[in-house]
């Protein structure tokens, strides 16, 4: 079966800038990847209960207590640029 | 002219007041000082991965149930991915196939019309941190140089509620907002506070000819903080559509920004292409097990809804207004409940406190426990004017006294001279006395003109210095003007 992918759009959504040569490369990467995906599909599975995790356990909850937080400082002073005690990012729009 | 209908659905987020994040045990409770409530779980520094908030499950359980919703036994979060650096994963953790909670319903009432809206799901999320952006704008996000973030508020639960586009009207939205927030109050898992934006709203609104069965393209309108606004906002965004579509335009589907100063809204950007979150479940957490015996657990908890406290209110015969302010309130609720019982007229009762008394505690401003007003007062000075010892007027003078903290209710009206008579002895004695003093009026009485009846009523009470019961004096009149010995 055929599988289309549309890598430029795809790179775009993600905002990774690719030049025409890794276009190509990803996307023949990619193609294969989704053609294993569609061999898995085509295998009959009537009968198997459907799975949307590989391991046998629910929730893994924690109570509702607070914990100890990170010193500001020992984070704000690994970004690229801070002002305030805040990180400073450039304009958004 | 085409007649137009309105289409509105609410989306309405809701923090959760646990008392640490969703995924990570940082405080939900933080300060002024930024990024202090921040670990490597909120801050994605790699390898870390969220851990679920039991709490948090449970409360949106609660509103699920709360809503009338199914609620989902299984159900998986997702990951939402989006680039904007209020969330430092370049993800947020939510919902998509299988909420917690689906297929819900919430009653409206606009001026005792009722109206059923439906709640398509309430899903889980969490909420993003605070951008502040800087420039000349004045923290207008177009003007900005550029943006500080702080990291806090990134991880409180967030719980999203979708309603159906079932709305028709402005003023429904309004009610419909006002009950999910009583609601989400009296069931303790939020503070609501749509002032510190606890609880938010965004409005997709469109409209179409009346009779089209077809939804019209719509907008989204955001940066809702008030019931107020929330109702000035889809109505200015209804006209807005109206005058569009009439002048032969057509309306662009985007998102718009409410300005609270303007009174109007405003585009914030037209959204060039449908919008892919590209939504995946996220293999850093487990499915999600609500089951029906948990349900049950937290069923349990839920005690009796706004809704359900207005119908038992009314049912004593209170108005539907008046029912409403004292549901609203705990307090006023608390005192009405209390005070009610044998001889106590709880309508009489609700409006004082719906009345005079939320009018008193305005022009003192003061706290209702400051001022000592007890159930028992309430109680005591109820029973006085169902039994008649004081006139409604008194009692509302009386009521203020306590309110001022002169005593009890017996203690005032007796101190103040204000209890009624209604020893018939006395009120006969002054009914013959009348009589005798207006032979003509009581000859009109007996020969069937009714009319003078009121003026002898007036002259009785006159002799009594006002402290006599009227209905008292009414009957004792009857009875002497009808007989004819």
Aim: hydrophobic share 40%; charged share 25%.
């Amino acid at each position: 079966m055929p599988v289309e992918i549309d890598i430029a759009r795809v790179a775009h959504l993600a905002r990774i800038a690719l030049t025409p040569e890794e276009l190509e490369t990803y996307s023949a990467q990619l193609l294969d990847i989704l053609e294993h995906a569609e061999r898995v599909q085509a295998l009959p599975t009537e009968g198997v209960e459907p799975t949307s995790h590989p391991l046998a356990m629910v929730n893994g909850f924690r109570p509702d207590e607070i914990g100890p937080c990170l010193d500001p400082e020992s984070f704000l002073s690994q970004a690229p640029d801070t002002e305030d005690s805040r990180f400073r990012v450039p304009r958004i729009l | 002219m085409t007649a137009w209908e309105a289409v509105i659905g609410l989306e309405t987020h809701v923090e959760l007041s646990t008392k640490s994040k969703m995924f990570c045990s940082c405080p939900t409770d933080f300060g002024d000082e930024p990024n202090t409530a921040c670990c490597p779980v909120c801050l994605a520094l790699p390898g870390a991965l969220p851990v679920p908030n039991e709490e948090a499950i449970a409360g949106i359980v609660k509103i699920g149930l709360a809503l009338e919703c199914d609620i989902n036994e299984s159900s998986l979060f997702y990951r939402k991915n989006y680039f904007y650096p209020d969330l430092p994963k370049n993800y947020q953790i939510s919902q998509y196939t299988f909420p917690v909670c689906e297929h819900g319903t919430l009653d409206v009432d606009v001026n005792g019309e009722p109206t059923v809206v439906g709640i398509t799901r309430v899903h889980m999320e969490e909420d993003t941190g605070k951008s502040s952006h800087i420039g000349d704008g004045g923290g207008r996000i177009h003007d900005a140089r550029h943006t500080l973030l702080d990291f806090n508020r990134a991880g409180v639960p967030l719980v999203e509620v979708v309603t159906e586009p079932d709305i028709r009207s402005a003023e429904q939205a309004r009610a419909y907002a006002a009950e999910l927030q009583r609601i989400v109050l009296s069931l303790g898992v939020s503070d609501a506070r749509l002032e510190a934006g606890s609880m938010r709203f965004d409005a997709n609104v469109s409209v179409r000819p009346v009779g089209e069965t077809k939804l019209g393209t719509r907008t989204e309108t955001k940066n809702v903080n008030s019931l107020r606004s929330l109702q000035r906002a889809i109505s200015f965004e209804i006209d807005r559509q109206i005058q569009v579509l009439e002048d032969g335009g057509s309306i662009v589907q985007e998102t718009r920004h409410w300005n609270e100063d303007t009174g109007a809204t405003t585009s914030m950007r037209v959204k060039e292409e449908s919008e892919d979150y590209r939504y995946f479940q996220d293999p850093d957490l487990l499915p999600l097990e609500v089951t029906a015996a948990w349900q049950d657990e937290i069923r349990s908890t839920i005690t009796a809804l706004p809704a359900e406290r207005r119908v038992a209110i009314i049912e004593q015969g209170v108005d539907r207004e008046t029912a409403v302010i004292l549901v609203d309130s705990d307090e006023l609720s608390g005192l009405f409940a209390a005070a009610l019982g044998d001889g106590v007229p709880a309508r009489t009762v609700a409006l004082w406190l719906t009345g005079d008394v939320v009018a008193y505690l305005r022009r003192n401003e003061v706290e209702l426990s400051s001022t000592g007003l007890t159930s028992e007062h309430l109680a005591v000075l109820g029973r006085m004017v169902d039994s008649g010892d004081l006139s409604s007027s008194a009692a509302k003078e009386v009521l203020i006294a306590v309110l001022d903290g002169d005593g009890g209710p017996g203690e005032i009206a007796d101190d103040r001279d204000l209890l009624q008579v209604s020893d018939t002895g006395a009120i006969e004695e002054a009914v013959d006395a009348v009589l005798a003093d207006n032979a003509d009026a009581l000859e009109r009485i007996r020969s069937g003109d009714m009319k003078p009846f009121g003026f002898l009523v007036g002259q009785v009470m006159r002799h009594m210095g006002g402290k006599a019961d009227p209905s008292v004096v009414r009957s004792v009149l009857e009875e002497k003007t009808t007989d004819s010995r």
